[in-house]
């Protein structure tokens, strides 16, 4: 998993603004996933591709938004629609995403915090 | 809707115990059940997976069970250490979810010295 980055570690946001986390993987990798983590609770699934140039919705896509333009790069977007954006943010990678069935492995998370 | 339960929320265990952790799931085609290990401000990582194929499946202290019929799985970790402290998570692949991975809330374990 030391293939996976994201940046920044930490990011502080004003309500009403837009910003965008980053997520990078050098191992070849088809899939890539955006987990959201509150406190107490588990991962929940945001966004995630398969392929590049395809995504998909997960289970709390609303107020978010993703691009996959590249194998290596999978961006998310948290807009000023996402009514209570501060929390843990992982993203992942997996050789395929086909059925869901192939190891996950999790970059080291962004903690955004709005003001 | 379709989900994974994950029990207990808190465990505390005495340092050179065993530590059992139970998930139960509700989709009879689920067919991956990984747990990931969580310390601390840190990334989840994979410590061990079993598929539909298999009921069991061990790894030094660490081992899964699963059983199908019952639609639960299971974390086993014996002769616990303070490393071992940590939040533990279980997942499946769920069919609601598009075959992607579900995950339990988590079990915050507190190995005691």
């Known amino acids: 998993d030391g293939g996976i980055t994201q940046s920044p570690k930490y990011l502080f946001r004003k309500e009403g603004q837009n910003v965008t986390l980053s997520c990078e993987q050098n191992l070849n990798h088809d899939a890539m996933y955006w987990y959201r983590q509150d406190p107490g609770q588990g991962l929940r699934l945001i966004y995630y591709?398969?392929?590049?140039?395809?995504?998909q919705k997960g289970d709390i896509a609303e107020g978010y938004s993703v691009s996959r333009e590249k194998k290596e790069s999978f961006p998310l977007t948290v807009t000023s629609a996402q009514k209570n954006p501060t929390a843990f943010y992982l993203c992942a990678s997996s050789i395929s995403g086909g059925v869901g069935t192939d190891t996950q492995y999790f970059g080291p998370g962004t903690r955004l915090t709005v003001l | 809707g379709e989900n994974v339960e994950q029990h207990p929320s808190t465990l505390s265990v005495q340092e050179g115990d065993s530590a059992v952790i139970k998930c139960t799931y509700s989709?009879?085609?689920?067919?991956?059940f990984p747990w990931y290990k969580q310390e601390l401000g840190k990334r989840p990582q994979l410590i061990i997976d079993i598929r539909s194929n298999v009921g069991e499946k061990k790894d030094q202290r660490i081992a899964v069970t699963l059983n199908k019929t019952a639609k639960h799985f299971s974390l086993h970790i014996t002769e616990t250490q303070p490393e071992d402290s940590a939040v533990y998570f279980c997942?499946?692949?769920?069919?609601?979810?598009?075959?992607?991975?579900?995950f339990g809330s988590g079990t915050q374990l507190t190995v005691l010295p």
């Open positions: 591709s398969q392929i590049v140039n395809d995504f």
């Open positions: 997942a499946a692949t769920l069919s609601g979810s598009a075959r992607q991975l579900t």
């Open positions: 989709d009879s085609a689920s067919n991956y």
